[in-house]
């Protein structure tokens, strides 16, 4: 697959896994799973961060256990598997214990390096030129994060009496729609107003639509949310 990024063809990566902070608080380990590489030609520090990864797993190894489909070009070191076993492994562990489908929207990664590579089992990734002095610093302005907080927001409020406010991405939709073949994009951010706080809202995943999303696509649903919430304040005696 195209990624923006080439990883050197001798140098080795660095998988990193794990949530444990090995640093104290004023410390530079921030504990998220990423794959550092060296940037082929610049030799900078390259990353790769994922998006809701499942597993994740390396091996020595200057061959690939797969076979490529059509002929392959310089650079190219990231591939997908299609109809992999192992995504079919991991998506039968977690509806057996967590009900929780991956076929359908994660899929098999593999990075090729010189002597091993490195596979993934993720929802997306994203690829950055990582800061060498704070390496694990985690990535500015990924694509993930909430957008930031200085945007300015449109107000409304819901029937059910919840203020909520809508900030949009200040990202063009063509850049959006680029960066989401790679993991998704935020071009919209809903934010609670409660209590005279504001704050994003929720987390996960509420509705899917193809294409470029807009807030109306979401309407329904979003005015069910905020009914609930609503209810439970009132429960609450708020």
Request: glycine share 6%; aromatic share 12%.
């Given at each position: ?148 907080g200085g945007l300015p927001g449109d107000r409304h409020r819901s029937p059910s009496g919840i203020e909520w406010e809508l900030r949009r991405s200040p990202r063009a939709d063509s850049e959006l729609i680029d960066g989401s073949h790679l993991c998704s994009q935020r071009a919209w951010q809903f934010n609670l107003v409660l209590d005279g706080r504001t704050r994003p809202w929720p987390s996960g995943e509420l509705a899917r639509r193809d294409g470029l ?26």
């Open positions: 697959m195209s990624v923006p990024l080439t990883a050197d063809s001798v140098a080795p990566p660095r998988l990193v896994y794990g949530s444990l902070d090995m640093a104290p608080a004023s410390g530079r380990d921030e504990s998220y799973p990423a794959v550092f590489f060296e940037i082929a030609g610049s030799g900078s520090l390259g990353r790769i961060t994922f998006e809701g990864l499942d597993a994740v797993k390396a091996a020595r190894g200057e061959l690939l256990p797969y076979d490529t489909a059509g002929p392959r070009t310089a650079g190219d070191w990231v591939f997908t598997v299609a109809e992999s076993p192992w995504l079919a492994e991991r998506h039968d562990y977690e509806m057996q214990r967590y009900s929780t489908p991956l076929l359908e929207t994660y899929l098999h990664y593999v990075f090729q390096f010189h002597d091993e590579f490195v596979e993934a089992i993720a929802e997306g990734i994203w690829l950055d030129a990582a800061d060498p002095s704070r390496p694990f610093d985690r990535p500015a302005q990924h694509p993930l994060d909430l957008l930031p999303a807009q807030p109306s696509d979401f309407a329904e649903v979003w005015e069910a949310c905020l009914a609930a919430i609503a209810e439970r304040r009132r429960a609450m005696g708020r």
